[in-house]
């Protein structure tokens, strides 16, 4: 079992700025990815970032330049959010696939809401 807790959801004016973090725990081995996701009202969950353990990072063509994903250790990942838009607004997910023994799994998090608004 692996668990993932987000934290840093909230409500903020347009161009403001956010941080989300993610760590995880459980039966965890090595984690080869960790990333972001976001899925707003009626809409699909798309990628925001991802960020691999050997330091490869991906980000969405929407957000590049104004969002920056980062890990500090093993099992945790951040999103810092600047210039966050309105078209932001959406409940964000941490998502990681982590090895334990001869296991791959891939976990997501419960979800925070970011809303950009004024």
């Known amino acids: 079992q692996v668990q993932l807790v987000e934290s840093g959801g909230g409500l903020v004016q347009p161009g403001g700025s956010l941080r989300l973090s993610c760590t995880a725990s459980g039966s965890i081995f090595s984690i080869p990815q960790m990333g972001w996701y976001r899925q707003g009202p009626g809409e699909q969950r798309d990628l925001v970032a991802i960020?691999?353990?050997?330091?490869?990072t991906n980000y969405a063509d929407s957000v590049k330049g104004r969002f920056t994903i980062s890990r500090d250790n093993a099992k945790t990942v951040y999103l810092q959010m600047n210039n966050l838009q309105p078209e932001d607004t959406a409940v964000y997910y941490c998502?990681?696939?982590?090895?334990?023994?001869?296991?791959?799994?891939?976990?997501w998090g419960q979800g925070t809401q970011v809303t950009v608004s004024s």
């Open positions: 960020a691999t353990s050997g330091g490869s």
């Open positions: 998502k990681a696939i982590t090895t334990f023994l001869s296991r791959i799994t891939t976990s």
